[in-house]
């Protein structure tokens, strides 16, 4: 059973920055592409990123491009968001996933493994 957990998430000002850190249990993390959603309170689960495989591949959200960045370091098991110029809107939980695929996908279908999440709130 893979086990996802997250880390990094917390309380920033608008225009800060944080760092999402998933570590990814179990074998073969670097044959699936991985990705973050996130849902705030009241709201549907939106997609926000995800990574190929190999990191070659990355898809974000029109709403976080340009400020957020996904990576992974396959050595290490770990896939991570960066967050630069966090805006009230960002505020959500943040779930990391897993696709049985290399390959990416924006539906949350696509995922059949999920952390419990991280808290990012975004103050004005």
């Known amino acids: 059973q893979v086990q996802l957990v997250e880390s990094g998430g917390g309380s920033v000002q608008a225009g800060g920055s944080l760092r999402l850190s998933c570590a990814v249990s179990?074998?073969?993390?670097?044959?699936?592409?991985m990705g973050w959603f996130r849902q705030a309170p009241g709201k549907e689960r939106e997609f926000v990123a995800t990574?190929?495989?190999?990191?070659?591949?990355?898809l974000h959200a029109d709403s976080v491009k340009g400020r957020f960045t996904i990576s992974r370091d396959n050595a290490k098991n770990t896939v991570y968001l960066q967050m630069n110029s966090l805006k009230p809107e960002d505020t959500a939980v943040y779930y990391c996933?897993?696709?049985?695929?290399?390959?990416?996908?924006?539906?949350?279908?696509?995922?059949?493994?999920w952390g419990q999440g991280t808290q990012v709130t975004v103050s004005s």
């Open positions: 996933v897993r696709r049985p695929s290399g390959r990416v996908s924006r539906s949350h279908d696509e995922y059949d493994s």
């Open positions: 179990g074998r073969s993390f670097s044959m699936y592409a």
């Open positions: 990574i190929s495989w190999g990191g070659s591949t990355t």
